[in-house]
C-alpha cells in the first residue's frame, strides 16, 4: 500500500511471477518492486507539489532489509534476476 499525505493512492495484491525459495527472497523481491512504483509515485508528487521529500518503505522481513543494505550476499545473486536489486542502488 503506498500513501500520500496519508492517503492510499497504490495498493496491489497478487502473486509472483517467479518461484522464491523462502520467505525472505520473496519479500526482497516484493520490496524491489515496490520501490520503482514509490519512486515514479515520488517524481509525479515533486512535480505537481514542487516539494521533495524521501520516501519510507517499510519492510518487516529482517532478512529482505540484510539483503537490500549489503551487497555482500553471493547466493541472493545467483537467485534473484538482477533487475530486481534495484532497491539496492536506492539504499
Not at 523462502?22 to 520503482?36: D, I, N, T
Not at 515533486?46 to 518503505?57: A, G, H, Q, S, V
Not at 534473484?80 to 534495484?86: E, I, P, Q, R, T
Request: hydrophobic share 40%; with cysteine; glycine share 2%.
Amino acid at each position: 500500500m503506498i500513501k500520500v499525505f496519508g492517503d492510499c493512492v497504490s495498493w496491489k495484491s497478487a502473486k509472483q511471477r517467479n518461484v522464491s525459495l523462502s520467505s525472505a527472497e520473496s519479500e526482497y523481491v516484493a520490496l524491489s518492486k515496490a520501490a520503482r512504483e514509490v519512486v515514479s509515485l515520488n517524481e509525479i508528487k515533486k512535480r505537481i507539489f514542487k516539494n521533495y521529500t524521501i520516501p519510507k518503505l517499510f519492510e518487516d522481513n529482517t532478512s529482505a532489509v540484510k539483503y537490500a543494505k549489503s551487497d555482500n550476499i553471493p547466493a541472493l545473486r545467483h537467485l534473484v534476476k538482477v533487475n530486481l536489486h534495484y532497491i539496492r542502488s536506492l539504499v
